[in-house]
């Protein structure tokens, strides 16, 4: 009924089909993997089970927590209504200080206890991540 070349531009089609269709499920599948979520304190009392992956804490350090020894730092991120220690081994960023936005990568131990692998605050004095910001202004 199809000549030759009607069937193989349908087989071609199909395959380029098939094969883009596998190349978006891969990279999407990849990309999960890799997803790091953001959430402030008071999100984190609030969970009904804790997380085994690694996630973000975001807020403000607490003025008066930061407790530096020779190889560990403890600080406290506060979002104003709840407050989570942390616990970082590693190099300190230069804006990391007592009243200002920070962003804390790692996994969480307890609902009260955070192991950092990475302390985000590469930025100026004045500015504030945007996930930080919309979580202060819902208090």
């Given amino acids: 009924m199809y000549g030759r070349k009607v069937k193989f531009r349908i ?20 990309l999960e993997e890799n997803v790091v979520y953001f959430q402030s304190p008071t999100e984190l009392k609030v969970l009904p089970e804790l997380q085994k992956k690694k996630i973000r804490v975001g807020g403000m350090v607490k003025n008066d927590s930061i407790f530096v020894n020779s190889y560990e730092l403890t600080f406290v991120i506060t979002d104003f209504k ?21 962003v804390a990568e790692g996994y969480l131990k307890d609902r009260n206890f955070f192991s950092a692998t990475k302390i ?13 910001k919309e979580a202060l202004e819902e208090k």
């Fill in 11 to 30: 087989i071609f089609v199909l395959l380029f089909i098939i094969t883009l269709a596998l190349t978006v499920f891969l990279v999407l599948k990849s």
């Fill in 82 to 102: 709840n407050e989570i220690n942390v616990i970082y081994s590693g190099a300190i960023p230069n804006l990391f200080e007592e009243g200002k936005g920070v």
């Fill in 120 to 132: 985000l605050a590469k930025h100026d004095e004045n500015y504030m991540p945007p996930e930080v």
